[in-house]
């Protein structure tokens, strides 16, 4: 299915020409408005996750908010979840892996517990999974995410509302356009928290191994911290096809 083979009357060329040089509150809204109760969002609870939690929260103020566990988190990654959680009062629905943590290592040769030798699989079993199978069991039409067109080379093409036919949902993407310096003056003037391990360098924050979440150093592109020395530059809930679905 393309993004013009969508199973409502939404026209996403129409809707993405006129909210490219929208805000995100205005995105927010506009997705507010035409998916109700039916628009979710995802968030990792992240470096900078704060953000788009209080802008939508703001229009949305029980927004279900999907937060996926893959059983490798920071610990400071739930105690951020918490924090943000009794601020605004969220709505979080936490979906967790189905393998136990250490059982997990055991069964697929992982001898290192601060390294993956196959960082696909891990991500593909523990947060590819649980993601597909918290957007089957809500069944949302839309949802908000957090990706921004100069995170990465594939995102750069990215439109603001598109089609996923992997998750029968529109995945809408406010942020797209900004850059670190808008980031960082929301922030500011909203006095939001950045993630505890953001102080300590890590710019972006994923899963606690170091082969998926290391600080950065000066210099560094905020998202080098991320699978540092692979080709790897997504943890695949993005894409619109499911990562390894036979292993899952």
Excluded at 60 to 89: A, K, N, S, V
Excluded at 110 to 129: G, H, L, Q
Excluded at 171 to 180: K, M, R, Y
Aim: hydrophobic share 35%; proline share 6%.
């Amino acid at each position: 299915m393309t993004l013009t083979d969508t199973p409502n009357d939404l026209k996403p060329e129409e809707v993405n020409a006129s909210l490219e040089g929208a805000s995100p509150d205005r995105i927010i809204q506009w997705a507010a408005g035409h998916f109700g109760n039916d628009l979710v969002m995802w968030s990792s609870f992240g470096a900078e996750s704060a953000l788009l939690i209080h802008m939508a929260t703001r229009v949305l103020p029980d927004i279900r908010i999907i937060m996926i566990d893959t059983g490798y988190l920071f610990p400071e990654t739930h105690q951020f979840m918490e924090q943000l959680r009794r601020r605004f009062d969220l709505n979080v629905w936490t979906y967790r892996t189905k393998n136990d943590p250490i059982a997990y290592l055991h069964q697929s040769g992982e001898d290192n517990p601060t390294w993956r030798k196959d960082i696909e699989a891990c991500c593909a079993i523990n947060k590819n999974e649980p993601t597909e199978r918290a957007m089957r069991e809500l069944s949302p039409k839309a949802w908000l995410r957090g990706i921004r067109r100069n995170q990465a080379d594939t995102r750069r093409n990215k439109a603001i509302v598109e089609w996923s036919a992997r998750y029968s949902a529109y995945g809408i993407s406010p942020l797209l356009n900004w850059t670190g310096r808008e980031i960082y003056a929301y922030m500011k003037a909203n006095n939001l928290p950045y993630h505890p391990l953001y102080e300590k360098g890590y710019a972006s924050i994923g899963c606690n191994p170091l082969s998926c979440t290391r600080p950065i150093q000066p210099g560094e592109d905020p998202r080098a911290g991320r699978w540092s020395g692979q080709d790897k530059v997504e943890c695949g809930i993005n894409i619109n096809t499911s990562l390894d679905s036979s292993q899952l």
